[in-house]
């Protein structure tokens, strides 16, 4: 019977909470504040990615340099060997100078394309990061307006019934009477109490 009495509460609370939910998808300073929070997790992706880019432009660039700096090396040995009649050991420098300058350049061009392509990612991640400001901002003034609208309503809703409202400040007003009236008859006793004190005081030490 226990079981049967809560599954029925808890069926009874989802019910409650998906009215709640229902409620608030109307509100559209919450579906905005969902909206916003959608957009920060994508900014946050985006982030990361911009990051990745950053690490991949710096591999890029630190293999072109290897690359040309070998590519020149090569050449270097290779005009040595050339001049020191070293004919076949300046071909086999001169093919890897080939080989390493070819490395090179399509590193460069990989390294040029992402230095790019990240100018164009950080450009549209600045732009998103302004459109994510206007949202904090709309968001604000939703809250505004809506802070605003219920302001309104309850002040109507305390007008509209107007004679209640009279009759609830005319009893607080009486109330505020009687506390009034009481605080000064308890200062009168207070001060009634002091000089009847002061003075009897005075007759013993006479005595």
Do not use: W
Request: glycine fraction near 0%; charge should be neutral.
């Amino acid at each position: 019977m226990e079981n049967i009495f809560t599954r029925i509460k808890q069926a009874v609370a989802a019910d409650f909470h998906e009215i709640l939910d229902k409620k608030e998808e109307k509100n559209p300073t919450v579906q905005l504040s969902q909206y916003i929070r959608q957009c920060e997790q994508q900014a946050k992706k985006i982030r990361e990615l911009i990051e990745k880019q950053y690490q991949l432009k710096h591999d890029f660039t630190k293999e072109y340099h290897a690359a040309q700096a070998m590519a020149d090396k090569r050449e270097r040995q290779a005009k040595l060997a050339a001049e020191q009649g070293e004919a076949e050991l300046a071909e086999q420098a001169q093919n890897e100078r080939e080989q390493y300058q070819e490395r090179a350049d399509k590193i460069k061009a990989m390294m040029e394309k992402a230095s790019t392509d990240l100018q164009e990612l950080e450009k549209k991640y600045v732009q998103m990061k302004h459109k994510l400001k206007d949202l904090y901002v709309k968001k604000m003034e939703f809250a505004e307006r809506e802070n605003v609208a219920k302001a309104h309503r309850s002040m109507n809703e305390i007008l509209k019934h107007k004679p209640e409202f009279e009759f609830a400040t005319n009893k607080f007003n009486d109330l505020e009477g009687y506390i009034d009236r009481l605080e000064r008859k308890v200062d009168a006793d207070y001060r009634k109490m002091t000089l009847d004190a002061k003075l009897a005081d005075l007759e013993k030490k006479s005595s």
